[in-house]
């Protein structure tokens, strides 16, 4: 079983930035993916950002503003997000997928608002 936890969200004025971290209970390895969605209430969750080896993937809606990296411990991933927008506020969630299993945080709240 892995743990996930998150940490980094909350309120910040539109055209701002904020990191979310996310740590795991083990070591993965960099082959299995790795990465953040979100959701809103009434919709279903999204694909935000996913990194699994060499390879990123991003949502078209936040190409060029959101970097997915992984820190130089193999159990954590981060979420650069700059130029935020108020269409971002979500409750993100860090996800790991390993084999059959997919693996969720408690998700962490970001608001984008003036």
């Known amino acids: 079983q892995v743990q996930l936890v998150e940490s980094g969200g909350g309120l910040v004025q539109p055209g701002g930035s904020l990191r979310l971290s996310c740590a795991a209970s083990?070591?993965?390895?960099?082959?299995?993916?790795k990465g953040w969605y979100r959701q809103v209430p009434g919709k279903q969750r999204e694909l935000v950002a996913v990194?699994?080896?060499?390879?990123?993937n991003y949502a078209d809606s936040v190409k060029g503003r959101f970097t997915i990296s992984r820190g130089n411990a193999k159990n954590t991933v981060n979420l650069q997000m700059n130029n935020l927008k108020p269409e971002d506020t979500a409750v993100y969630y860090c996800?790991?997928?390993?084999?059959?299993?997919?693996?969720w945080g408690q998700g962490t709240q970001v608001t984008v608002s003036s």
């Open positions: 996800m790991v997928r390993i084999l059959l299993n997919t693996y």
């Open positions: 083990t070591s993965i390895s960099s082959i299995y993916p």
């Open positions: 990194v699994a080896g060499d390879s990123t």
